[in-house]
């Protein structure tokens, strides 16, 4: 499984199982929830239970990259967010308006305040009474964090 990731993805996926399995191998659902959302994952416990019969209910170092190759196959959150745009973009234009957009990241989720909407916009070089090109906007939310250490 190492070969489907890069190594420093594998250097943060083995930081982070150890620091959670001191003992080198999980065999709780919570321990395996914790440590994939700690990686930026959401697996349901459904999936995770899944993940947990196919391993005989534990989970060692090699396993738990292939449980993280096949849930990055399956959890593609940028696409899941720009199908929730569409869906609601009646008239198929691809765009929503700035206004919409930061009532949207105010009121769902994690509930964004103020300031962090405009810290995002800014990055993403919306303007405040614009429209937004919610496929840009997908990109460059959902772009990963630059790793500069």
Not at 41 to 49: A, F, G, N
Not at 93 to 100: D, L, R
Not at 129 to 141: C, L, M, P, Q, W
């Amino acid at each position: 499984m190492a070969h489907h990731f890069k190594e420093e993805d594998i250097d943060e996926f083995r930081e982070c199982f150890y620091l959670f399995a001191r003992e080198g191998v999980i065999n709780k659902l919570d321990e395996l929830s914790v440590i994939m959302r700690s990686l930026g994952m959401s697996p349901t416990i459904t999936e995770l239970k899944k993940y947990f019969s196919e391993n005989n209910g534990k989970l060692h170092f090699p396993e738990f990259l292939k449980v993280m190759h096949n849930h990055c196959r399956v959890e593609k959150l940028p696409n899941e967010i720009l199908a929730a745009f569409k869906a609601n973009d009646r008239q198929h234009v691809g765009t929503i308006h700035s206004k919409h957009l930061k009532h949207l990241l105010q009121g769902w989720g994690e509930h964004l305040n103020s300031k962090e909407v405009e810290q995002i916009f800014r990055e993403a070089n919306v303007h405040p009474n614009g429209k937004v090109n919610y496929d840009e906007f997908v990109k460059i939310a959902c772009a990963p964090i630059p790793d500069y250490y």
